[in-house]
């Protein structure tokens, strides 16, 4: 099945894509899509943050069991305001 | 009102939105680029969001903020782009029928900002630049 990444902020610039497309199998969990997209985007691996993990803009953790069309964002350490 | 946007923020805009004829209080609070941080001469903050998320957290937030605290309306508008020093990068008005309730609730909206909505801040600085927040700290699951 196929998910949708989009990437933002150090992540973006890391990855050197604001969005990918990911061929995984059923079940995948989001933990699983972040172990593959490392070894896709290998600067994406010295990352040492504390990452959230968002589907179809909402926060879930990260075994959650992905979806065919799911909207995936890994999100670094926010800082707004 | 709970918006990101690329333009300038309008503290007027935001003040109309909350007025109420039961309110007794309007609290704002202007989040501002400073030209300093940690040593560092701020030439100016460049801001990322994930949208959508973004808009539905601050609405998220909002709506926490009407269970915790008797207020009236509430308006929070978050500024992505480069936002330069003095210029506001978020605004948040809260009218209540009492002060204490405002102010509670305004302080809660900031707090909860800079903790849980998709936005991120690159500082441009004198030599470098760097997004604030990343900087330390563990892989970790929410």
New interface residues.
């Given amino acids: 099945m196929k998910v949708k990444v989009?990437f933002?902020?150090?992540l973006?610039?890391r990855a050197g894509a604001a969005e990918a497309a990911k061929e995984i199998r059923e079940g995948s969990t989001v933990?699983e899509l972040w172990e593959l997209l490392q070894r896709d985007y290998p600067q994406l691996a010295p990352?040492?943050?504390?990452?959230?993990?968002?589907v179809n803009?909402?926060?879930v953790?990260?075994d959650y069991a992905l979806k065919e069309g799911d909207e995936v964002?890994f999100?670094?350490?926010?800082?707004?305001? | 009102m709970f918006r990101v946007t690329r333009n300038a923020i309008d503290l007027q805009e935001l003040v109309a939105f909350v007025t109420d004829p039961e309110a007794g209080a309007i609290v704002t609070f202007i989040g501002t680029t400073r030209n300093n941080n940690e040593g560092r001469k701020v030439i100016a903050l460049d801001y990322e969001a994930y949208p959508e998320m973004a808009e539905k957290e601050l609405k998220r937030l909002g709506e926490e903020a009407g269970k915790r605290w008797r207020i009236r309306r509430m308006a929070i508008v978050h500024r992505i782009g480069p936002v330069q020093i003095t210029e506001p990068s978020v605004i948040i008005a809260v009218s209540a029928a009492h002060r204490a309730d405002a102010f509670e609730a305004c302080r809660f909206a900031i707090e909860e900002i800079k903790k849980s909505v998709p936005i991120w801040k690159k500082e441009v600085f004198e030599g470098g630049e760097v997004w604030i927040g990343t900087q330390s700290g563990q892989p970790l699951n929410r």
């Fill in positions: 989009k933002f902020a150090i973006r610039e933990g990352v040492r943050m504390r990452l959230l993990y968002a803009q909402d926060y953790n990260a964002v999100v670094p350490p926010v800082s707004g305001g």
